[in-house]
Nanobody, 116 residues
Framework: QVQLVDSGGGLVQDGGSLRLSCAAS????????LGWFRQAPGKEREFVAR????????YYADSVKGRFTISRDNAKNTVYLQMNSLKSEDTAVYYC?????????WGQGTQVTVSS
């Protein structure tokens, strides 16, 4: 069982920045592939970014490439999402995601609102 706790959301103006954090339980955090997804009102949940267990490989949705950066600190059991140049269309609830041996776990979500 893996528990994920998302934090760091808030209200920011267009062009601003936020850093989301996701703290994970488990003694094998360094083996987890981790990701961020988001869900805007009335829309399906969509992929944002993911990072390999070592942190050496990262992948991004086209809509955030060049603006968002995913990273991890295995010593702190935490994954981050640095979001820069935020736009109103980035407004959504952001969820941390982890897949461990075929079991998928989700954080509780953190709201990001970008005002224009």
């Amino acid at each position: 069982q893996v528990q994920l706790v998302d934090s760091g959301g808030g209200l920011v103006q267009d062009g601003g920045s936020l850093r989301l954090s996701c703290a994970a339980s488990g003694r094998t955090f360094s083996t987890y592939n981790l990701g961020w997804f988001r869900q805007a009102p009335g829309k399906e949940r969509e992929f944002v970014a993911r990072i390999s267990s070592s942190g050496g490989n990262t992948y991004y949705a086209d809509s955030v490439k060049g603006r968002f950066t995913i990273s991890r600190d295995n010593a702190k059991n935490t994954v981050y999402l640095q979001m820069n140049s935020l736009k109103s269309e980035d407004t959504a609830v952001y969820y941390c995601n982890c897949n461990v041996l075929g079991n998928v776990y989700w954080g509780q979500g953190t709201q990001v609102t970008v005002s224009s």
